[in-house]
């Protein structure tokens, strides 16, 4: 069973950071893409930034010099690093991968419980 674990989210005033992490563990043969989504409440779930195995990466409009997303191969990990966050930023941040769980497997997209950001003072 392949699982995605996020940690890091809470509460943070306006212009604070705050650091995600997402771990991957289980059986596991490759990665490809990883990346983090957001889901306001009442709101479809939305990409936030993606990064690919050799570090590629794309973010949404809002969150472009304000977040930075990295990844380790050797530890199957994905982080978010949030600076300069804002109200706005409040949702629940999911992070995903695109995992192959053994060689000539199908690739699949696998999901973390999600973690809650909220920005307030």
């Known amino acids: 069973q392949v699982q995605l674990v996020e940690s890091g989210g809470g509460l943070v005033q306006p212009g604070g950071s705050l650091r995600l992490s997402c771990a991957s563990s289980?059986?596991?043969?490759?990665?490809?893409?990883m990346g983090w989504y957001l889901q306001a409440a009442g709101k479809q779930r939305e990409l936030v930034a993606t990064i690919t195995k050799g570090a590629s990466t794309n973010y949404a409009d809002p969150v472009k010099s304000r977040f930075t997303i990295s990844r380790d191969n050797a530890k199957n990990t994905v982080d978010l690093q949030m600076n300069n966050l804002k109200p706005d930023d409040t949702a629940v941040y999911y992070c995903n991968a695109d995992i192959r769980v053994y060689a000539g497997a199908a690739r699949r997209d696998y999901w973390g419980q999600g973690t809650q950001v909220t920005v307030s003072s």
């Open positions: 289980g059986s596991i043969f490759s990665i490809r893409d």
